[in-house]
């Protein structure tokens, strides 16, 4: 016999769960920031807190300030540029066309299989 219509226990609404906790919110306020590749990162800070000049962009890790017509310089740019500039220069003509070859014969041997 199944009934089930007399749970003892289960009242609808026993309490509270949580909502009214959540009502009071410490006084936050929200700093803009840009970064050089025109990301905006807006923090939350604390009302009393120390609002920092630069903040790192989460999108880039480029430091963002909150003068959107002069972001700070993005140091982490440069060693990318050089870094990819030297190795094109090391890099004869004779080295890329073996490169090229060694890639295509990579490629013949994967199509073989
Ligand atoms: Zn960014």
Same mark, same amino acid.
């Given at each position: 016999?199944?009934?089930?219509?007399? *749970?003892?226990? !289960?009242? $609808?609404?026993?309490?509270?769960?949580?909502?009214?906790? #959540?009502?009071?919110?410490?006084? #936050? #306020?929200? $700093?803009?920031?840009? =970064?050089? #590749?025109? @990301? $905006?990162?807006?923090?939350?800070?604390?009302? +009393?807190? /120390? *609002?920092?000049?630069?903040? +790192? =962009?989460?999108? =880039?890790?480029?430091?963002? !300030?909150?003068?959107?017509?002069?972001?700070?310089? !993005?140091?982490? &740019? /440069?060693?990318?540029?050089? @870094?990819?500039?030297?190795?094109?220069?090391?890099?004869?003509?004779?080295?890329?066309?073996? *490169?090229?070859?060694?890639?295509?014969?990579?490629? %013949?041997?994967? %199509?073989? &299989?």
């Amino acid at each position: 016999m199944t009934g089930g219509h007399a *749970i003892r226990g !289960s009242r $609808v609404g026993a309490g509270p769960m949580g909502e009214e906790e #959540r009502g009071e919110v410490a006084p #936050r #306020r929200q $700093v803009f920031y840009y =970064c050089t #590749r025109n @990301h $905006v990162s807006a923090p939350y800070f604390a009302q +009393d807190a /120390e *609002i920092p000049e630069t903040w +790192d =962009c989460p999108r =880039c890790g480029a430091p963002a !300030s909150q003068d959107e017509e002069n972001p700070p310089p !993005s140091p982490r &740019l /440069e060693p990318y540029k050089t @870094h990819l500039a030297y190795v094109k220069e090391r890099r004869s003509e004779e080295d890329g066309a073996a *490169i090229l070859e060694e890639a295509l014969a990579a490629l %013949r041997e994967r %199509r073989r &299989l």
